[in-house]
């Protein structure tokens, strides 16, 4: 196997592989000795070797599919999420090069804590010129409105993540450092429950530290120094779900038990954070932010930011409010800090620097140009203060990509500005062993680790036993997936006894009271599973609408010009056809008109403009399901999620034929049918009865009412029943297209055969209390979730409730009685009743529920 294996890195980096730095040669190759760690790990592999290799890699692409892991270069709701790139192999540490990166990772973590203290404290530092004011007070992340503020639980940070290379000689030196929000505690989770499970036997062969316990401990650290104390309510603040790594904050809020909110969810009364909820406001104690500092409070930092919350910083200034980490530590990410951390060191920790950094110089310091700028092509160019446009920021530049002009132009911007540059020279990274599917052999690819430090305790940090490793391309020295790179898991070996203890806390002897604890519901989420009801009873109907169209158009009998007249007027009315398509009301079928309709039909089916076409409601559901994907389960979202990818798919190949496939556009119908009707499945029985589940319950018996009353009404209006000028045939295809768009045919032949008369129509369709497409049993459903909202009895319900109509006062022989017009007057009341109340009750939840802008006594006023 060790040949198979023997393809080593480049020449000039260190090789992860055979723990050793690949040196150029020009004679024979001999292989090298794998190093004992990758050696038990091959060992491990089974009885098909590397063999089974392309096998697991194309498993592992498939799983991270059906996951939903995304990784977004730039968020578009109207393009697919990109899947996470995750490799097969991990990067594999053993005990002695864990202990020298844990060992200088606990330092720094502390000399950053020292770093916050003393900079929005007394400013010795400042005073001492051991620091520029430059590096401080210039920095655009330096909140001026937090000096002399004492942190909350008195530390500033809870998290830090540092970024590490491997140098040729195999030292780990730091590269870069992130205190604002660090990525990446959702992504490695998910690499390592991806990638132990493929690789079980080795996983606890080599004895690998488990992640949990890191985790647990962080979070009991976070409430200890909130002012709740061990009943804090732990909030994680996210920019929304058109932010990147929105899948990691999902993830993470889910696996941790934290309440997952955005900016609008979150207000301050009396200098208190407090969530807004359906039933009220609910205190937040923690609150773990996931975006940059300056969004964070509008009144105090950027005044556009959508995304923060008014008055946070005074109730951070109030102490009533734990934020992690605490705003103003962007300026310890600046990459010119990193030289001068050494002094700083011992200043304040009174100790060497154990873990080093790469060689980084900044330019504002005006003896080091005339050194570094010669040096230019050997080094990474990085801005000092911001890599964000809006802040006079740009990306990192490899100098030695440059042509000879490009590096004279950067020299002489950075000797016109020098304070906005920083050169960092460049180093060859370490290369680990990634698996090249279909090749049967090993490519090997530049690595940069992400390790993070947690803290667990008042003056006490641990560097969580994992990471984030993140494979580049050969050239880069910038860690970013932004750019295109992938990731893999990270193994650390431990001499000691493994940690396998989980999340929940260690039973204790004592005895615990237990308080159930109902869960939070936002407005932004009601809202959110609201609409997720209306799209997915929207998306069912309107399949439902489309097929029975073309069935019309295509079946062995003439459809009759009042039925093809009520199918375009309600496609029309849905949105499923554009204003103007010419009428399909002829008598001969497959003619012009017919056949301009159906192709219009079928190319409106995943079509956004001028139409709300299936896939226009399909993509609005996916959206969101998507904004409260942590209050789904990972089958309801996969069903969502590939039905959408099908159904596009599915889409292009019909109108891809010379003519428009009517019969892969009723497949491709049939298919996404088959899709709501597991979704409706899991949205009855695998979501908790709570006050969102109610909403979405809401959202579709609204939408089923007013659709149903709606085409029942339009029916009438078309002539549908009209004796006169019916014949039994056309009565039939009447008969039959009601019963299919209520989805009740199989009900209606069961009781009443092949009966024609209206009476059983209307008493299924309209009346029947126990069909859950009748209008009435819809209206009283709809009631009774409205009661429950508003915990009040059905019987008795509140203004809101009391909008929807009780069919009993129309009994079914009314409703099929003409009056003296010869019009079926009592019908037509009964479903302009039932429509008005839906959309009635529609505008009502979202003042009430989501606007918050109408009390319970003014519904229809």
Partial sequence: MVKRLALPAESGHFDELFGACVAATKGPFTPPTLTAAWKTFFDQLGSKGLDDLDRRTQTLARQVQDNGITYNLYADSTQPQRPWALDLFPLILTPNSWKEIEQGILQRARLMEALMADIYGPQRLLREAMIPPALVHGHPGYVRALQGVDPVGGAHLHLTAFDLVRNPEGRWMVMSQRTQAPSGLGYLLENRLLISRHFPQAFEAMNIQRLAASYRVWVESLKRHSPAGGASHVALLTPGP????????????????????????????????????????????????????????????????????????????????????????????????????????????????????????????????????????????????????????????????????????????????????????????????????????????????????????????????????????????????????????????????????????????????????????????????????????????????????????????????????????????????????????????????????????????????????????????????????????HETWQVIDQALTRFRQDCAQAVAQPDFSTVQALQALDALSSSLAALTGAQTDRMTRDDGWQLLSVGRHVERLGFLSEALLLAVETGAFEPSKASDNENSSHYTALLSLFDSSITFRAQHQQSRELEPLLSLLVEDDENPRALAWVARALRSRLAKLSQMHSEAPDALGRVVPHLTQWPVDALSTRDAEGRLSALEACLQACSKSAWQVSDAITARYFRHTESAGTVGV
């Fill in 242 to 633: 058109y932010n990147e790594t929105y899948f990691e904050h999902v993830y993470l809020a889910r696996y941790l038990g934290l309440t997952l909110v955005e900016g609008s969810d979150l207000t301050v009364r009396n200098e208190r954070l407090y969530l807004r909820t359906l039933s009220g406001l609910e205190p937040v104690h923690v609150l773990l932010k996931r975006l940059d500092d300056d969004f964070l409070d509008p009144l105090e930092l950027r005044a556009d930011s959508t995304l923060g919350i008014p008055g946070l910083l005074q109730s951070i200034r109030a102490g009533h409010v734990l934020v992690a980490n605490a705003p103003g530590s962007a300026f310890l990410e600046s990459p010119a800090l990193l030289g001068f951390l050494p002094a700083l060191c011992q200043r304040l920790l009174d100790e060497p620097l154990q873990l080093p950094a790469l060689d980084t110089w900044w330019c504002g310091e005006r003896a080091v140009l005339p050194t570094v700028l010669p040096e230019l092509e050997r080094t990474v160019i990085k801005p000092t203060y911001s890599a964000l446009p809006h802040q006079g920021g740009f990306e990192a530049v490899l100098a030695r990509d440059l042509t000879p002009a490009q590096r004279l132009d950067w020299a002489q911007r950075i000797q016109d500005d020098p304070d906005r540059y920083t050169l960092q020279f460049h180093t060859a990274a370490s290369q680990m062993p990634t698996w090249a599917s279909g090749s049967r052999g090993l490519a090997s690819r530049p690595v940069i680790l992400r390790v993070f430090a947690m803290r667990d305790g008042r003056d006490s940090w641990r560097v969580l036993p994992g990471g984030l490793a993140r494979l580049v391309g050969a050239n880069a020295q910038v860690a970013s997936m932004q750019r295109g790179g992938s990731s893999a898991d990270v193994w650390v070996q431990t001499d000691a006894e493994v940690d396998r203890s989980t999340l929940l806390a260690a039973s204790s002897s004592a005895t615990v009271t237990f308080t159930p604890r109902q869960r939070l519901v936002t407005s932004r989420a009601a809202e959110n599973l609201f609409w997720l009801g209306r799209y997915t009873e929207r998306s069912e109907n309107t399949v439902r609408l489309v097929r029975l169209s073309l069935e019309a158009l295509n079946g062995e009998d003439t459809a009759s010009a009042s039925l093809l007249a009520w199918l375009q007027e309600l496609s029309e009315r849905q949105g499923l056809v554009p204003q103007g398509v010419p009428s399909m009301l002829s008598k001969a079928r497959g003619s012009a008109r017919r056949r301009v309709f159906e192709r219009t039909l079928i190319e409106s089916l995943d079509q956004d403009q001028h139409v709300t076409s299936v896939g226009f409601n399909l993509r609005a559901l996916h959206q969101a399901a998507f904004s409260v994907r942590e209050r789904l389960s």
